[in-house]
């Protein structure tokens, strides 16, 4: 029996030391050797960031990465840090990349710059999908009814109702980076995305056809992806959304930053938005190919140990000008009543982040008069001097280091919750100016409103302000529900610049030679009743200094009374339009108004490392790489004619009424029998009602 039980030890422990060894596949194209280190990483970031008027900025991410061979079904039977839950998802509905967002309010572009990650309100769902033999309706599904089950909302509303999703053809791109190419359906040639994900701007703009991103397989076959995309703006966000949120990470809400979730302030906030991404991304690289210097160029077309990575990210805005700053010019305040930290616990790394850090942005650029105090943790008064010596001579070493677990850098605060712990935690306290103003404006911001009166007929116009001193690329979709009959020959679109106005609403062609100077793309699609929404996606150049105005008409149409919603007298939520502005980045506004994520200080990532490459190797500056921007208009109320559902029960009481008397009577007069309850002794009336009444019941007895 002893020997039996030391076999079964011998081979339990060759299994995991199989699993855990270096795994190699061969790569069929190059005949080269990618090597698979199974390793699974947490990661934990806080970002805070001061706005105007008294509101605060805080956004949370959390980062788990797992480098695996993913193209063995077996990988996704072991799970370590990566959510289980994730991973069967992705292998059964055949997911290469997606993103889900939930949002409550609206994030104002032009007071706060560009959040971390724009977000529409309400949910939006973006789903790269590899073909399955199922079929993409299918896939599109299962992945719909399974995230509403997993996060507790209605999305299976998107595959339900069909005018919910849509499939743009430029306004969205993979973010990841793993074996993606540009697939032309006309040349049939393919181009690296991660080559040309920085200036993808000139690229559509020297092109007139349409790009479909693919994978490209271990036996060298090239899968073109399928997108769908959906929204649903009238879905509420609350905390059953967040529970299952929470669940997925590995430390939960118990220790590090994921201690600031707690939902009683989350969600009394001005700006609340909570995301999930899942993709692929290429990390060393040039570490993982074995190939000669000879064939570097093509190392870098190629990834051949992607890592998978998901993304966990909230984002809210604290509305800090209450009555107790109300008359005061600054604003103060700490983490813990922030978020509401019970005992003042301060805050402490998660135990299975390998890297968990606070970034606090200066914006040096403007007068916020920033103050920050660590009023916890490790004080100058708890380290003895030989630790003093040790870290001065460790910072002399190294301008990176930490002292005391804090860093400034020429953007930010930084500090490393690894060097606390929960006997000595941070306690940091801010304050700040209330009323500062921002330097510069931003770039691009669009807005969107209704045009009409009347339950007939309406409208809904859009504007993007392009205030750079040089041209932008833009790409506009919209899409509208089949129940707004669109009336395509209104569509009008007309930039005004301050030298001259260019309308290219009768323009059919899209050559720029012989049409509009700035219209670059058109695709429009008409709605199918109850079936599909009417899209509209337009690429353009946006002369510096100019005004984009498009414009459409639509009728509005009668629904039948069960396709109204329960409140119906509220009207419908029409989803936000998209708008992607390819704008340069900049070292005068990039810590002002130009996307945070994108900053090598905060966020490594994978468009910031490609502009690196390409800086050291002198074909770009850093000063004029392009980055797409995406800009969410707002959402729209929209009232269609609604009938009076109150005439139902009028008319059910009415009628019940009615045939109540009826059948009453006639029932009495056919079963009932009168007799006459008279004898002789009995008084009798002379009145001569008394007689007619007598007489009646005579001639119905007979007598």
Known sequence: MGLKFLVVILILSIFVNINEATKTTKNDDNSSYATFNETQSFFEELLIKPLPKGKLMTHV???????????????FQHYDLFPRSIGDLITRVGIEEFTLVFTQGRWSYSEWGYPVRAAPVGVELIAWMKPLEKGIDAQWRELTHSLSGLFCASMQFLYQVPHHTSSPNRSFRPEGESNIYN????????????????????????????????????????????????????????????????????????????????????????????????????????????????????????????????????????DLNNHQHQQQETIETNLDNLFGLKGNTGLSACPLASRSKIYIQKQPSLNTNLKITNIGGNNNNDINQQQQQQQQQQQQQSDNSYKNGEKETDNFYIYDLMKYSTNKPLKLKMNWLKNFKRKFETPVVAHSHLTGYGQERGGIATQIFNTENYAINITYFQAIPWYLRLYFHTLKFNIETSERSIDSTNNNNNNRKEGSPFLLYKNISPAETRSSPSTIELSFEMPPNSVASMSIEFDKVFLHYTEHPPDANRGFDLGSGVVTAYIKSSNGNEGDAIHLEWSNETYNNNNNNNNNNRNKNGNESSSSSIIPVRIYTEGLLITLPTPDFSMLYNVITLTGTVFALFFGSMINILIRRFKNTFTGNDFVSDRPIAKIYRRILRFIDGK
């Open 61 to 75: 991410q959390f980062t788990t990465e797992w480098n695996s061979n993913f193209l063995e079904k077996s990988t």
């Open 183 to 318: 697939y032309n359906s006309k040349e049939d040639s393919f181009s690296s995305s991660s080559s040309s994900s920085s200036s993808s701007s000139s690229s559509s703009s020297s092109s007139t056809t349409t790009t479909t991103p693919a994978i490209k397989l271990n036996n060298g076959t090239i899968v073109p992806l399928e997108l769908r995309y959906g929204i649903l703006p009238r879905e509420s966000v609350c905390t059953e959304n967040l529970t299952p949120w929470v669940k997925l990470l590995p430390c939960r809400e118990q220790s590090g930053l994921g201690k600031l979730l707690n939902p009683h302030k989350l969600y009394d906030v001005h700006y609340h938005s909570m995301s999930i991404t899942i993709r692929k991304i290429c990390k060393n690289n040039n570490n993982n190919n074995n190939n000669n210097n000879n064939n570097n160029n093509n190392n870098n077309e190629s990834c051949l140990s992607p890592t998978l990575e998901i993304v966990q990210s909230l984002t809210i805005v604290n």
